[in-house]
Every structure is written in C-alpha cells, then in structure tokens.
C-alpha cells in the first residue's frame, strides 16, 4: 500500500507543479495531496517536500494558516485571466465554450479569493 501511496503522491507532486504554469489545473489541493500521500508512505519523501525551497513553504503557509501568499495569488490570477481571455477571444469559436471558460475562470476566482492572503 505504501508504493501505491508514493506513486500516487509522485502523481500529484506532478500535477501540482503543473498547475503553477497552467492556471486553470490547481495548484494547491495536488500538493496538499502529495504531502498527504507521502506522510502515509515515505518519511524521506514527505520531508523532502516541506524542506523543499519553494514548495514546501507554500505547503507550510496554506496547512499552518490557510492563506495563500500574495504573489502567489497575484500571479495565479494574472495566468488565469491572460489564458482566459485569449481562449475567448482567439481560440474558441462557440459561444458555450466561450461562456464555459468565462465560468471556469469566475469559478477559479472565486476559489482563489475566498483564502486568506499572506503578506
């Protein structure tokens, strides 16, 4: 069961970094995830990854205070509203996938938000 956990951990450590870059694959609850599944399988691998330089702190932050630093959530939205508006306005040609991105990136926003900010 332990490797399950590991690889499923590893699976989610990879989405996770992942959804740094693409703005509508979320970031943090693959994280939490990923330290979740590591603390059930591999203290050297859970301990990594709070040790880890960028990482970790930002697992830290949102388990200890469920906040989510500024930067973090000023670049996470500009990324999701950049990526939003060129799929409406370039990419998308129907008017429901149009309106499905409009509601994603709402939704997104509204999830973003409602944490605490960490300055």
């Known amino acids: 069961m332990k490797l399950i956990y ?4 590893s699976l989610s450590l990879v989405l996770g970094i992942i959804g740094i870059f693409v703005p509508v694959l979320p970031t943090t609850p693959f994280l ?13 691998a859970y301990d990594w990854l709070l040790s880890h330089r ?17 930067r973090a959530k000023v670049i996470a939205l500009s990324l ?4 939003a508006f060129h799929c409406i306005a370039f990419v998308f040609d129907s008017w429901w996938l149009r309106g499905l991105m409009l509601a994603v ?11 605490k900010t960490r300055r």
């Open 32 to 44: 939490l995830l990923a330290a979740a599944l590591f603390f059930r399988s591999s203290s050297s």
């Open 105 to 115: 990136a709402i939704g997104v926003t509204v999830y973003l938000v409602s944490f």
């Open 80 to 83: 999701l509203w950049l990526t």
């Open 54 to 70: 960028y990482l970790g702190a930002y697992i830290r932050s949102f388990r200890e205070d469920r906040a989510i630093p500024l």
């Open 6 to 9: 590991l690889l499923i951990g």
